[in-house]
């Protein structure tokens, strides 16, 4: 459920007419969908929804980030198969074969999203059938990616992981200085490493001062550090 309603601040047509699927839609589209879509605001752990449930629709991030995983029956370990950022879509497997929910999808950061319901996408995508082109254009790199992560986390050690997910939470930004708003038990459930892991190679990085942490953020004092790490050879697996 989430955690709050967004603020009046958000302009939905703005929103709906920036985001990568509905960028070049005609205005009478987003005109329609904003009049219908319905903004949702997720702390940090939050569910959005749950493997097994029925889909309300598709969700639009606007802004933060998104965890989709799966868990082992017991509940013990997970595998998280993407991170959906700001200007991305997920939800779209329920909505297009009108099954249950495939995934978990929990905030991975504070986050903003629009839900499109399917009585009111599914129409415009009849209209108008560029977006639903686009709409596999976005499924397709989305399974690239998928395929990129799971290969990470089977033949890329977990300090790489790290630095990689830290990264791409912090958004693309040329400053060294960024702050991502997550817990170190999120970051754990993204690169797949024990809360007390995420914190000691968290620790060793803020006393070589790449880092900055607080009660749920981290502050990125040097990215060129954290891109050499990602990219380095004689990191250790541990």
């Known amino acids: 459920m989430p955690s709050g309603k967004v603020g009046p601040i958000l302009d939905k047509r703005t929103a709906l007419s920036q985001h990568e699927l509905f960028r ?14 319905q903004p949702l605001a997720f702390e940090c752990g939050r569910r959005v929804f749950s493997r097994g ?14 965890r989709i995983s799966t868990s082992c029956p017991d509940g013990r370990s997970e595998l998280v198969m993407n991170l959906i950022g700001p200007n991305e879509v997920f939800g779209e497997i329920a909505l297009l074969d009108h099954g249950l929910r495939t995934a978990d999808a929990i905030a991975a950061t ?4 629009l839900l499109l319901e399917r009585r009111d996408l599914f129409p415009a995508l009849h209209d108008f059938p560029v977006l639903a082109v686009r709409l596999l254009a976005i499924l397709s790199g989305r399974l690239r990616r998928t395929s990129q992560q799971l290969s990470d986390h089977t033949f890329v050690c977990a300090q790489q992981r ?3 997910t830290l990264l791409l939470l912090s958004g693309h930004t040329e400053r060294d200085s960024a702050r991502v708003l997550t817990t170190q038990r999120e970051l754990g459930h993204m690169v797949g490493l024990s809360r007390e ?3 000691r190679h968290l620790s060793a990085w803020q006393r070589k001062g790449y880092i900055a942490l607080a009660p749920g ?5 040097d990215r060129t550090a954290l891109e050499r790490i990602v990219s380095s050879d004689n990191v250790t697996r541990s």
Do not use: H, M, W
């Open 162 to 164: 790290l630095a990689k």
């Open 217 to 221: 953020a981290c502050t990125i004092r």
């Open 53 to 66: 449930d029925e889909s309300r629709g598709l969700f639009a991030v606007v802004s933060g980030y998104v």
């Open 197 to 199: 892991g995420i914190n």
């Open 24 to 37: 070049d839609a005609p205005q009478a589209v987003i005109d329609r969908l904003s009049l219908r879509v």
């Open 110 to 113: 504070q986050c903003c999203l």
